[in-house]
């Protein structure tokens, strides 16, 4: 039914709610143990490369690549590996993990050294090493992203999730990491040009990027209108460069930012690369914004990975005096998820913790829809969600693929401006992956 579809900025007016965007970074005290997954990533997992007994220091290599989409795993502790095991991940997924016993020292491995690098595949032979993946949600390792050939390199500065400050306070705390990962894959991945998207929520980050960057060649900042959501890739793109993602490339497979001449990085992943490239240490630690009305000091807490929620929560000072909890979401409330306890490790790509009582986490009761069209007009794909729901009620296999139902990037926004509080995205999901599934299994 439709050839090609006109993505718009629509998104939602989302509210900011970013109160912790003017507090500094703290850092946690060493958590008493760590449960670090050897699959935080897209592709194949890690494979473990430590024993039960064995010691390991901050860096320390535990799990080996599994393949090229796969990405190396480091001990964020010092301490002792007490235990190789099969976990039940936040998002039901099975996976091993090493339970990690600290022994308070955070003592770095000696084999922790800044890389040499001089050409591109020294670059990214360096990134595949420090297990770097895009730590903004996505989890895609960055060596395999970095391999294409584009003319354009994009960091993703807009954080246009509600309560979310990671970004923004990276930008402040270590734009000189921001700038030396920049300049690194500009110069070894040869790529002219680069934009830095900011959302004008952020004027602080907007000032000092356009600063540090002024003497820059090809590099510039652009300041993003404050419409959710300005950081999902495709968006971000046409944004940006006002290019379009084609649904399709060239050999037929489903189209990315490189069919568009465009690498996406996050700004969290290039300041961590320039980390990487002047310390050595690969990704060991993460900043969460830990929110929401349930939690007694909200604040932005750099965490070594593999850390308990319920140990991030203590440090925040746990649940707020009176408050009885009724949600954990990991990430931003439209794209995160909810965890059904606390016990579960704080992942390289997660960015939040937030925390609702009870009566801010009660769902609205839906009603019946009533073809406003809000939901179309909201989408920031261009899809049809009011539409595409039906066809999957009625198990319409050619319906959900004739209205792109796969391009779904599950922003949430439907769900947010339907007046009926509809789960418009919970089914978009369960479109998606009934339609996946079937093509797989058909061949269609
Ligand atoms: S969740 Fe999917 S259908 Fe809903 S607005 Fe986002 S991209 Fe569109
Ligand atoms: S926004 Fe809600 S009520 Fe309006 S058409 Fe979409 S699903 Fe129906």
């Not at 796969?70 to 998002?91: L, Y």
Request: charged share 20%; net charge positive; proline share 7%.
């Amino acid at each position: 039914m439709f050839k090609t579809l006109k993505r718009s900025a629509a998104g939602a007016a989302v509210p900011h709610e970013k109160g912790t965007a003017g507090m500094q970074t703290v850092q946690m005290p060493v958590p008493k143990e760590v449960l670090i997954p050897l699959q935080m990533h897209i592709g194949a997992p890690a494979e473990p490369c430590v024993q039960k007994g064995d010691s390991v220091k901050v860096g320390t290599l535990i799990g080996k690549a599994g393949g090229f989409v796969s990405a190396n795993i480091h001990a964020s502790v010092s301490g002792t590996v007490k235990a190789i095991e099969d976990v039940r991940m936040v998002h039901g997924v099975m996976a091993k993990a090493v339970r990690i016993e600290a022994d308070g020292a955070q003592t770095p491995d000696p084999a922790c050294v800044p890389p040499t690098v001089t050409d591109k595949a020294g670059l990214l032979a360096a990134i595949q090493a420090c297990g770097l993946v895009g730590v903004g949600g996505a989890g895609f390792p960055t060596h395999v992203k970095l391999s294409a050939k584009v003319d354009t390199l994009l960091i993703n500065g807009a954080e246009c999730e509600p309560y979310l400050t990671t970004d923004a306070r990276e930008m402040l705390e270590c734009s000189d990491t921001i700038i030396a990962g920049i300049e690194a894959v500009m110069k070894y991945c040869e790529i002219p040009t680069c934009i830095i998207g900011i959302e004008r929520n952020k004027p602080e980050c907007i000032d000092l990027m356009c600063s540090l960057t002024r003497d820059m060649p090809g590099v510039t900042v652009k300041p993003l209108p404050m419409r959710y959501p300005q950081g999902a890739e495709k968006t971000l793109i046409e944004s940006c460069t006002g290019r379009e993602v084609p649904q399709f490339n060239d050999a037929g497979k489903p189209g990315l930012p490189a069919d568009a001449g465009c690498i996406v990085m996050n700004v969290t992943s290039v300041s961590t690369l320039g980390k990487y490239l002047k310390t050595g240490m690969p990704l060991v630690a993460k900043r969460l914004t830990v929110e929401g009305d349930a939690i007694a000091k909200p604040q932005n807490i750099e965490v070594p990975i593999g850390t308990m929620y319920a140990d991030v929560i203590a440090a925040c000072g746990g649940i707020r005096e009176g408050v009885s909890l009724g949600k954990i979401i990991f990430g931003g409330p439209m794209m995160g998820g909810a965890a059904p306890s606390a016990d579960f490790p704080v992942l390289k790509q997660n960015n939040g913790l937030l925390l609702f009582s009870r009566e801010k986490a009660v769902l609205p009761e839906p009603s019946p829809c009533i073809r406003c069209g809000r939901c179309i007009k909201g989408c920031p794909m261009g899809l049809e969600p009011v539409n595409i729901v039906e066809c999957f009620n009625n198990k319409d296999f050619d319906g959900l693929k004739a209205r792109c139902v796969d391009l779904c990037v599950a922003c949430g926004s439907c769900t947010y401006v339907c007046p009926a509080k509809r789960l418009v995205s919970q089914n978009m999901a369960l479109a998606k992956a009934w339609y996946l599934a079937e093509a797989r299994k058909g061949g269609k």
